[in-house]
């Protein structure tokens, strides 16, 4: 029989997951459910830029980002150059990381493009008077674009989808054979993952053409990353904060901060302030869970707490559920085969 499974959420973690099941497990029924899409995501209003930072994301070892890092790469750099890159708002990004004091090459180093120093003379051409500076090519993925891209592809795929904002999980151990929790920050009253915490940000979109390159200052304290249609200007990072009431005064810190590193960008339109939650968690959790209800086992794999890296490591932590997944169900066909 087919298996029947489950995604919770459909930000780009649940569709990313979704899609990699439907792709590795064809035989499976999948089906996502979620209270959030498109523009009511996190996801949607992130940045998107390919820049894992392992300070901001833990994961369980290094091995373990490595690997999430290079499948997620590996994932967005075949579409980037294929006719689908515009579409799925996927693209190389080439541009300046700067800083006050003296660093260590960043993680990302090799598993990105071009890297390199900058020059003194690039160095000169920003106000400021930084002490190092690196320069190289990344990928930049815009959710506007990527979510439609992915459900699409599940669609086509053959998947369903179901509006509900999920409350108890009674139903799914009679639905379905397996549940893939991809709820993000989630109602933590409801389930209560005490690790969880938001990191608020906030996120101006700008129209400014002229800009081209990314500008990345101090650790991405501020951050200039020229999309498809518009400027994303960043950011801050304010931990445990849950609060999304509109407050100008951060915005302002934030164009200020970018009006300094380019001063140009004093005339560009806005277009867009955004108030995100991020979903950090001390340790990224993508492992399998049995979960008891009402003397019923359902079978979890857990698949969230991404914080600043979500657009980044979705496709990686996709792959190595989808694995784990798939252990599940055989384990399950393999006991059912012996009785
Ligand atoms: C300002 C800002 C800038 C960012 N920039 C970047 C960047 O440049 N690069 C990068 O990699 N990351 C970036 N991020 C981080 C990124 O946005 C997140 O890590 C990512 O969106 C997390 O995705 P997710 O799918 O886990 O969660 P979400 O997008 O929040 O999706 C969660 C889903 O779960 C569903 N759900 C949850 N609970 C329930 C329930 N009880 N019932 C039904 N459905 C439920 C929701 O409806 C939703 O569909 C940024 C974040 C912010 C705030
Ligand atoms: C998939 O699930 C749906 C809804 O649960 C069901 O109607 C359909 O028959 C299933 N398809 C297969 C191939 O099992
Ligand atoms: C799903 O994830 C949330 C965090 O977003 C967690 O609190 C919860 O325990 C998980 N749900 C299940 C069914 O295990």
């Known amino acids: 029989m087919a298996p029947a499974i489950a995604v919770l959420g459909a930000g780009v973690v649940g569709l990313s997951t979704a899609v990699r099941i439907q792709e590795e497990i064809p035989e499976a029924n999948v089906t996502i459910v979620a209270d959030k899409f498109t523009k009511d995501t996190t996801s949607h209003g992130a940045a998107g830029m390919f820049r894992p930072t392992l300070l901001l994301t833990p994961a369980p070892s290094e091995e373990i980002f490595r690997r999430w890092c290079e499948d997620s790469f590996r994932w967005y750099d075949v579409i980037s150059r294929s006719d689908e890159s515009a579409a799925a708002g996927i693209y190389p990004i080439s541009g300046y990381e700067l800083s006050s004091e003296f660093k260590e090459y960043p993680y990302h180093h090799k598993i990105i493009y071009n890297f390199r120093e900058m020059t003194p003379l690039e160095m000169q051409s920003f106000p400021g008077n930084y002490k190092c500076g690196w320069c190289y090519t990344t990928l930049i993925i815009e959710c506007r674009y990527y979510l439609p891209w992915l459900m699409k592809r599940f669609r086509k795929n053959g998947g369903k989808v179901i509006y509900q904002t999920v409350k108890n999980l009674d139903e799914f151990t009679e639905k379905y054979d397996l549940l893939v929790n991809c709820s993000g920050l989630s109602s933590r009253e409801l389930f209560g993952d005490k690790e969880m ?18 500008l990345i200052v101090d650790n991405a304290d501020t951050y200039i990353y020229p999309g498809q249609d518009n400027v994303a200007l960043g950011g801050t990072r304010q931990k445990g904060i849950e609060d999304v009431t509109y407050e100008q005064v951060h915005f302002d810190d934030v164009m200020r901060r970018c009006c300094v590193a380019i001063p140009s960008l004093k005339t560009a339109k806005i277009e867009q302030q955004w108030i995100g939650l991020r979903p950090f968690r001390s340790v990224v959790r993508v492992e399998s869970e049995e979960v ?14 991404h914080g600043a890296n979500g657009v980044t490591l979705s496709w990686g932590t996709a792959v190595q559920a989808t694995e784990i997944a798939k252990q599940m169900l055989q384990k399950a066909r393999s006991v059912h085969s012996k009785l």
Not at 292 to 305: A, E
């Open 197 to 214: 915490t938001p990191i608020r940000g906030h996120l101006i979109r700008v129209k400014a053409p002229w800009v081209k390159h990314f």
């Open 292 to 305: 008891n209800i009402n003397g019923k086992t359902l079978k979890v794999v857990h698949n969230y707490g």
